[in-house]
């Protein structure tokens, strides 16, 4: 039986019953056959190889890089003679080479491999499907459906790994706003550190020529110098302007005082 679930975390179990009558031979065999229908190829219309199964059954590629095939859920009801528990250890040494992961430091990885779950009616009737009803092949214990067809080792460890990064991304990043704020300029005028608008209105260009007339000022201290050299200025010109009127007004009264001499002269030698 094969159940398409595609919103579920499991999507896509195939499921075989038994009710402990075939050998552990016989179930070894099927799960040859799985193993082989799996693995067949075909090219799809983009010209890739892929999945034949993914012709007909839609599922994830797997979880967090992990690229199993799809698992396969044996369901043993205790009604022939043979133990479901002996059964399921004989399956599981007969099919090794279909779910052996390849183990790290701290998790398996399944690429290409079966994931085979185990459990009984018994089981499901005392846990439910959610519960821990279920035995990975490869694994002690029981765990959930979930965690028995994922990688919950895997998925510790990358969360494990995710949060090491961002300790260390916000570390890395403190370091160099310290860093930043070590560098960032002060007014030389008042002492106030610059804002970073007016850091950077502040910076040379490319050529190392300044951009700013006031690079070393903070913006209220450059407004106020702005309008001290303006008031500066229209003092100096002021002072210039006045200058140049009292220089003609001086000149003209020259003038004026030499055109009278000149008009006394002349007078007297008319008499």
Partial sequence: MVVAVPDSRVPLPFVEVDNCFEEAAVLAAKLDKYARFFARQITDTDGREIPMWRQKWTAPEGRLGDTPHPPVLLVFNQIGPRTAKATIQQVAARTQQHWQGKRSRQYSTY?????????????????????????????????????????PSREAADARARAQWQREKAAAE?????????????????????????????????????????????????????????????????????RREAAKAAKEAAEAEATHKASGILGRFRR
């Fill in 111 to 151: 690429d290409g491999c079966i994931p085979i779950v185990a459990t009984t009616l018994e089981l499901l009737r005392e846990h439910g499907p959610a519960g821990p009803a279920f035995w990975r092949f490869g694994r002690p214990g029981l765990q959930p459906l979930d965690d028995a067809v994922g990688n």
């Fill in 174 to 242: 403190a370091r160099e706003a310290a860093e930043r704020e070590a560098r960032r300029p002060k007014c030389t005028r008042c002492g106030t550190k610059f804002t970073d608008q007016r850091w950077a209105e502040s910076e040379e260009d490319a050529w190392g020529t300044p951009t700013d007339s006031h690079p070393k000022l903070c913006g209220d201290c450059k407004l106020l110098a702005l309008e001290t050299e303006r008031i500066r200025k229209a003092a100096k010109k002021e002072a210039d302007r006045k």
